[in-house]
């Protein structure tokens, strides 16, 4: 194939990063997933996502966390894209193109790109269920905003929320696994009754009012104790971002970052600074929330 044609055929999606703003884990269920009422804030730090025709079926990785990406068969986005071709019977293998800029796992943006490729048009539900299969978090990643997400994560509400919020994210250079925090969270909670999870009222009254201070406030995550457990450093940042002015700070999902709300997008600025010249966090970043789900790039050029 030519790179003219290459480059007309391809399609980018950016998908956002996401916050929990509140992360309340129940009982564990049958399967093996906990039953959770989570508030997802999706904000501005992406991962871009290309899917170019090809004769095989392939991934590379470009960006700051490059390094820390499977590009083996276990690639989410790989994924994403195979099982797509697979639910619709679309055999044109491609190769996925990574830049990513998110720290942690991301997502569905393979399979929501090669909707577009395929010219499928699919109706949302279905990329939702595919996207859940994936991950529970990640249909969300697709909604964007902010959502109410219960089951396991995946099924979705919308929030009444006023404001833009400027984080700050500490991302720690030593990732967590995910089944392992929850599987320390039921260690910790040993056989206590869960209640089944809601989310808080204060949580829904801070959002709706866009003030600020309420929602640092209300900031809460049932796996922090886990995570801090596992991975104690995360503690120190926790008080150290909130020693330096942060409003509230909360270890987003399952860890290890470390997610910070500020006034303002100076006081996020001062405070990057003040957790980098501490040395507590091995990097920070920067973003402003609430932005949209996954979208398609217009244009040809994918980032490398
Ligand atoms: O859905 P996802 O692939 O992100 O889940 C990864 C792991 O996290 C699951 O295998 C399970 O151990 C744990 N998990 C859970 N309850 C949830 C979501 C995830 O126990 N609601």
Same mark, same amino acid.
């Given at each position: 194939?030519?790179?003219?044609?290459?480059?007309?055929?391809?399609?980018?999606?950016?998908?956002?990063?996401?916050?929990?703003?509140?992360?309340?884990?129940?009982?564990?269920?049958?399967?093996?997933?906990?039953?959770?009422?989570?508030?997802?804030?999706?904000?501005?730090?992406?991962?871009?996502?290309?899917?170019?025709?090809?004769?095989?079926?392939?991934?590379?990785?470009?960006?700051?966390?490059?390094?820390?990406?499977?590009?083996?068969?276990?690639?989410?986005?790989?994924?994403?894209?195979?099982?797509?071709?697979?639910?619709?019977?679309?055999?044109?293998?491609?190769?996925?193109?990574?830049?990513?800029?998110?720290?942690?796992?991301?997502?569905?943006?393979?399979?929501?790109?090669?909707?577009?490729?395929?010219? /499928?048009?699919?109706?949302?539900?279905?990329?939702?269920?595919?996207?859940?299969? /994936?991950?529970?978090?990640?249909?969300?990643?697709?909604?964007?905003?902010?959502?109410?997400?219960?089951?396991?994560?995946?099924?979705?509400?919308?929030?009444?929320?006023?404001?833009?919020?400027?984080?700050?994210?500490?991302?720690?250079?030593?990732?967590?696994?995910?089944?392992?925090?929850?599987?320390?969270?039921?260690?910790?909670?040993?056989?206590?009754?869960?209640?089944?999870?809601?989310?808080?009222?204060?949580?829904?009254?801070? /959002?709706?009012?866009?003030?600020?201070?309420?929602?640092?406030?209300?900031?809460?995550?049932?796996?922090?104790?886990?995570?801090?457990?596992?991975?104690?450093?995360?503690?120190?940042?926790?008080?150290?971002?909130?020693?330096?002015?942060?409003?509230?700070?909360?270890?987003?999902?399952?860890?290890?970052?470390?997610?910070?709300?500020?006034?303002?997008?100076?006081?996020?600025?001062?405070?990057?600074?003040?957790?980098?010249?501490?040395?507590?966090?091995?990097?920070?970043?920067?973003?402003?929330?609430?932005?949209?789900?996954?979208?398609?790039?217009?244009?040809?050029?994918?980032?490398?």
């Amino acid at each position: 194939m030519t790179s003219a044609a290459t480059t007309r055929r391809s399609v980018t999606v950016r998908a956002p990063a996401k916050v929990n703003l509140e992360l309340k884990v129940g009982p564990r269920r049958v399967d093996g997933y906990h039953e959770l009422a989570t508030v997802y804030m999706a904000v501005g730090l992406h991962d871009e996502v290309t899917v170019v025709p090809s004769d095989e079926w392939s991934v590379v990785v470009h960006g700051p966390y490059a390094d820390h990406v499977p590009t083996d068969s276990s690639n989410l986005a790989l994924r994403a894209a195979r099982s797509l071709a697979e639910q619709v019977g679309v055999d044109e293998p491609v190769s996925v193109v990574i830049y990513k800029e998110i720290p942690v796992a991301g997502g569905m943006a393979g399979g929501s790109a090669d909707d577009h490729l395929w010219g /499928l048009g699919l109706p949302r539900d279905d990329l939702l269920e595919t996207a859940a299969d /994936l991950g529970s978090d990640i249909p969300f990643v697709l909604t964007g905003g902010i959502a109410v997400g219960s089951g396991r994560g995946e099924r979705l509400a919308p929030v009444l929320a006023r404001g833009t919020y400027h984080w700050v994210l500490a991302v720690s250079d030593t990732g967590l696994s995910t089944p392992s925090v929850y599987a320390e969270c039921d260690r910790l909670r040993g056989t206590s009754r869960i209640p089944l999870p809601e989310p808080s009222a204060d949580m829904m009254t801070a /959002l709706r009012s866009g003030d600020v201070d309420a929602l640092g406030a209300a900031l809460t995550n049932d796996l922090s104790d886990a995570a801090i457990s596992l991975q104690p450093d995360l503690g120190d940042v926790l008080v150290a971002g909130l020693e330096y002015g942060a409003v509230g700070g909360v270890v987003s999902g399952s860890g290890p970052t470390v997610a910070f709300l500020t006034d303002s997008p100076e006081a996020a600025l001062d405070l990057c600074v003040s957790l980098t010249a501490s040395g507590v966090a091995s990097e920070v970043r920067r973003a402003k929330g609430p932005v949209h789900g996954a979208q398609v790039v217009p244009g040809p050029t994918p980032r490398a």
